[in-house]
């Protein structure tokens, strides 16, 4: 699958008048021109206008590929993780099992903390317009930024990095031949060519970073699960 958001090509369409004339048999056999129905004409319009706006589309993709918005991630905790220091700040971070809760004094207070601090930042860099400020799971924020502010930005002792918000796709087009899985007597061979390599055949994916007794994984409360139907198929693991 290619990218659709990086090709640099804008459609373009535009209208011209044409003398566009058909013959057409006439009785005896002669021929005459006929000028060609007011439908094709308009029919030519729908398209220049449809084609037009697919440009405009295009302008405006070209635009958020080439957006000045930047995230800036602060050295400081976000709220989730926070457990005190500064001066007149409690700590933030849930005890173990527990959510943070938004609306808590000690939370309130610390995200308005960590506001002053993005907004200190941005007057060090020389202005710039905040978009979004980020406070609970990550600290940070967005801001429209010139290439100055944003270079300006990284340089600071409270910024951790600078990063241009940009579009991206994912390409894995050329995936298989990198594996080696198209290659003659590859992978896909053994199992049957491309048309059916695959075939029939089930993945599971164990992630073993996962803690199973955590609560979110709890089924207290939920119904038994179904009983699986039995499976004669051969089961291969690889680490």
Aim: with cysteine; glycine share 12%.
């Amino acid at each position: 699958m290619g990218p659709t958001l990086r090709g640099k090509s804008v459609a373009q369409a535009g209208t011209r008048k044409t003398g566009l004339q058909s013959p057409t048999r006439r009785g005896g056999g002669m021929l005459r021109p006929m000028r060609l129905p007011a439908t094709l004409g308009a029919l030519a319009l729908v398209w220049a206008a449809t084609g037009a706006a697919a440009g405009d589309g295009e302008h405006r993709s070209a635009a958020r590929r080439q957006s000045n918005v930047y995230i800036v991630r602060m050295s400081e905790d976000p709220a989730v993780a926070y457990k005190g220091g500064i001066p007149g700040l409690r700590a933030t971070k849930p005890a173990r099992g527990q959510k943070i809760d938004p609306n808590d004094a000690r939370v309130a207070d610390y995200v308005a903390y960590v506001d002053s601090r993005h907004d200190a930042a941005l007057v060090r860099a020389g202005g710039g317009r905040k978009v979004y400020d980020y406070r609970y799971s990550f600290n940070g924020f967005a801001a429209e930024l010139t290439e100055q502010q944003a270079a300006k930005l990284a340089t600071d002792p409270g910024v951790l990095s600078v990063s241009r918000d940009e579009m991206v796709d994912m390409d894995t087009s050329s995936t298989p031949t990198f594996l080696g899985l198209d290659a003659p007597g590859g992978l896909w061979d053994q199992l049957g060519g491309v048309g059916r390599a695959g075939e029939d055949i089930i993945i599971g994916v164990v992630d073993s970073g996962i803690w199973p007794e955590h609560p979110s994984f709890s089924d207290r409360g939920m119904a038994s699960a179904p009983l699986a139907r039995p499976s004669t198929r051969r089961c291969a693991t690889r680490s």
